[in-house]
């Protein structure tokens, strides 16, 4: 594993630079990451890494109460069936309609999304070319 201070050095030889300055700009480069994760933002650098706090979405239903009732009660009908009695089914089909027009549920889903906790956890995925 490779740290900081051989990383400072490597930059300062490659480009002619002092290594109080590679470190400088390292320690402000780093210190800029640390602040945009801190606040929530993803830093991405495009064509090697991005980096993402991890989130903690609360277990509750996306679903007003009538539509998590409906839902539950054709689940229970059609138990053991398989996932053709839902891929195809008019009656789910229905129901997504009724739930994107219905404001129960979009403020339900606006309520998940204001209670969803940044965890400490940083996700590290690296691009397809790196």
Do not use: W
């Not at 089914?89 to 994107?100: V, Y």
């Amino acid at each position: 594993m490779i740290g900081i201070t051989e990383i400072n050095k490597e930059i300062s030889e490659k480009n002619k630079l002092s290594e109080a300055e590679v470190k400088r700009v390292t320690a402000s480069f780093l210190e800029v990451i640390k602040q945009k994760l801190i606040s929530g933002e993803d830093v991405s650098f495009k064509n090697y890494f991005t980096l993402k706090r991890s989130k903690q979405v609360p277990k509750v239903s996306k679903l007003c109460d009538n539509h998590t009732k409906k839902m539950d009660e054709y689940k229970r009908n059609n138990k053991g069936k398989g996932l053709a009695a839902f891929a195809k089914s008019p009656f789910i089909r229905k129901l997504n309609s009724e739930t994107r027009s219905c404001n129960s549920c979009k403020t339900q889903k606006q309520k998940i999304a204001k209670s969803t906790k940044l965890l400490t956890r940083i996700v590290s995925k690296a691009s397809s070319s790196f």
